[in-house]
């Protein structure tokens, strides 16, 4: 592995990760980091992001949206994507490890592991939807 050195802009990247469940977007990083490091440019936001993924320190998540999002929780865990507005947040459940005991019993190799996307409405989108309900309930009385 190659060794690399000690960056502050780094450091505040990953540090800034860990302290968010909303798994920002780079641009989202970029913006909060030029507030800490006024110089900072695009590039070295998204070359830091692209070394701490690779160096296993954050895990990049593409779910088919533009733009990939970054999460500073590197322990294994599910997601759940908001199909409103497009939000990733961690879904906290029971370990479901055994499907890949199911998955190998159809399959004529070895299933070492499994990555499932959970969609639905968040909690923001959810409490939008009943307040616009709720609206077009009393314009129809």
């Known amino acids: ?66 733009s990939d999002h970054f999460d500073g929780d590197i322990s294994l865990h599910h997601h759940i994507i908001c199909r409103e507005c497009g939000s990733i947040n961690d879904l906290k459940m029971e370990n479901i490890d055994f499907i890949n005991t199911l998955a190998n019993q159809n399959f004529d190799g070895i299933v070492e592991g499994h990555n499932i996307h959970f969609y639905g409405i968040c ?15 009393s314009k129809s009385v």
Request: with cysteine; hydrophobic share 30%.
């Open 1 to 66: 592995m190659k060794i690399t050195k000690h960056s502050r802009q780094r450091e505040a990247i990953k540090e800034f990760l860990m302290t968010r469940k909303d798994h920002p977007s780079a641009d989202t990083i970029y913006i909060y980091m030029r507030e800490v490091f006024p110089n900072i440019s695009l590039g070295t936001v998204y070359r830091n992001l692209a070394l701490l993924t690779e160096l296993g320190e954050i895990q990049k998540l593409h779910y088919g949206t533009e």
């Open 123 to 137: 909690k923001n989108c959810k409490n939008n939807l009943k307040l616009k309900n709720n609206i077009d309930k």
